[in-house]
């Protein structure tokens, strides 16, 4: 079946400007996930949505950060007034929703803020 | 605060060795541990995931094993091939999150 897709791959802009960057999860996987891979960094976990619970937004590095998931399924995460420091690649992922479950990744939209 | 650690960060073999990778983790209450593969360019790949319960995962000519009395995980790779070469990530479940490795940057040489 189809996996995690992103959109957009790849995506350049100015300092300054309001990104949107797509997620569309695995079919049937309740639990979605933000991740953000900084050059030479580990990951960074953002943000988690779990069926219609409230997210766990512990992740979002400062308040331009957000993300909404409409639905249960697609999931937006947006950067306002974007920086030069939130250059990276953005990761999302989906599972089942159990804890315990595999994660299973999107092929990422890397970012890069002038 | 969970703190996850890959040693070494890079790694180069001839190809047909069999080779191991390391992870550590500080706190032991872990709900699993994943190990990933990243290839340049592109997304995640899940190679192997251990429940806490469990002590080793099995997955063709990879094996991982776990140790959470000692916070350590490793993933051994048997008769290694060119197309092995990735940087391989090490996770562990912690709550609702995955707390990452930096990665282990492997090259097998043909």
């Known amino acids: 079946g189809a996996g995690v897709s992103q959109s957009p791959s790849n995506k350049v802009t100015e300092k300054g400007k309001d990104v949107e960057l797509r997620c569309d999860p695995i079919s049937g996987h309740t639990a979605l996930y933000w991740y953000r891979q900084s050059l030479g960094q580990g990951l960074e976990f953002l943000i988690y949505f779990q069926g219609n619970s409230a997210p766990d937004k512990s992740g979002l590095p400062s308040d331009r950060f957000s993300a909404e998931r409409t639905g249960g399924s697609v999931s937006t995460l947006t950067i306002q007034r974007t920086q030069q420091e939130d250059s990276a690649v953005y990761l999302c992922a989906s599972s089942f929703g159990r804890l315990q479950e595999t994660q299973y990744f999107g092929p990422g939209t890397r970012l890069l803020v002038l | 605060k969970q703190e996850v650690t890959q040693i070494p960060a890079a790694l180069s073999v001839p190809e047909g060795e069999n080779l191991v990778l390391n992870c550590s983790f500080t706190d032991s209450a872990i709900y699993n541990l994943q190990w990933f593969r990243q290839d340049p360019g592109k997304g995640l790949t899940s190679l192997l995931l251990i429940q806490s319960s469990q002590r080793e995962q099995t997955s063709g000519r990879l094996n991982a094993s776990l140790d959470k009395s000692s916070g350590r995980s490793t993933l051994y790779i048997a008769a290694s091939q060119p197309g092995d070469s990735a940087t391989y990530l090490c996770?562990?479940?912690?709550?609702?999150?995955?707390?990452w490795g930096a990665g282990t940057k492997l090259i097998i040489k043909p």
């Open positions: 996770a562990v479940g912690s709550n609702y999150q995955l707390i």
